[in-house]
């Protein structure tokens, strides 16, 4: 069965430090990962798909089959990367598979 | 925002009544979904459908039901056979696939 295990429940740094959120997954076909984000008060909406390898906002991540692994990065946080982010998983079905998500908290 | 429409955002009902959660869109999508949000869980998929008149379970469909009558409605029934069905439940739609889906504001239901 398709799993996404996101490790860290919530992950604090500083303005300008370099962000990387984890999400590793199981499926042993070829998979398609997402990433989506919920800010506070807004409606839950993609942020970025590894088809596409763009970068979203500063962020960007990158499928490692190997690893098993995308984990979404961003060399300087700000304040208003803030929320609570979703690592999804599209394989052996026609819908999601979504983690339990990872909350960033951004510092001054 | 606005294209995804889920309401009421607060629902309380008592324990062994079904209750029925409304999601309507408006995108032209032929595809829509049921989640239930629970903290510390994420986002666990309830029911889905890829086309009017078919659905499918998704991974904790025990206790729901729905119904995809007309493309833009996918109403989503708790039942009483539901253990702990107090919950956030989100809504989606997309083209179907894994192309983007576009979430509601979701319903907040407490049983008391």
């Known amino acids: 069965a398709q799993r996404v295990t996101q490790p860290e429940k919530l992950l604090s740094v500083f303005k300008g430090a370099p962000v990387e959120l984890k999400c590793n997954y199981s499926y042993s076909g070829s998979p398609e990962l997402f990433w989506y984000v919920q800010y506070s008060r807004q409606r839950l909406q993609l942020l970025l798909r590894h088809i596409s390898r763009e970068s979203i906002k500063g962020f960007t991540a990158d499928l490692n089959k190997g690893e098993t692994s995308f984990h979404l990065k961003k060399p300087f946080a700000q304040e208003e990367d803030s929320a609570m982010y979703y690592c999804a998983l599209g394989a052996g079905r026609r819908a999601l598979t979504f983690g339990s998500g990872t909350r960033l908290q951004v510092q001054p | 925002d606005g294209g995804i429409t889920q309401s009421p955002k607060y629902l309380f009902r008592k324990e062994g009544q079904n209750v029925t959660l409304s999601c309507e869109q408006n995108?032209?999508?032929?595809?829509m979904y049921w989640y239930r949000q629970d903290p510390g869980q994420g986002l666990r998929l309830i029911y889905y459908s890829q086309i009017v008149n078919d659905f499918q379970k998704g991974d904790i469909a025990e206790g729901y039901s729905v119904s995809r009558e007309k493309k833009e409605s996918f109403p989503l029934t708790v039942t009483s056979a539901q253990k702990n069905p107090t919950a956030f439940y989100l809504c989606?739609?997309?083209?179907?696939?894994?192309?983007?889906?576009?979430f509601g504001p979701g319903t907040r239901l407490t049983v008391l």
């Open positions: 989606a739609s997309g083209q179907g696939g894994y192309n983007e889906q576009f």
């Open positions: 995108l032209n999508h032929d595809a």
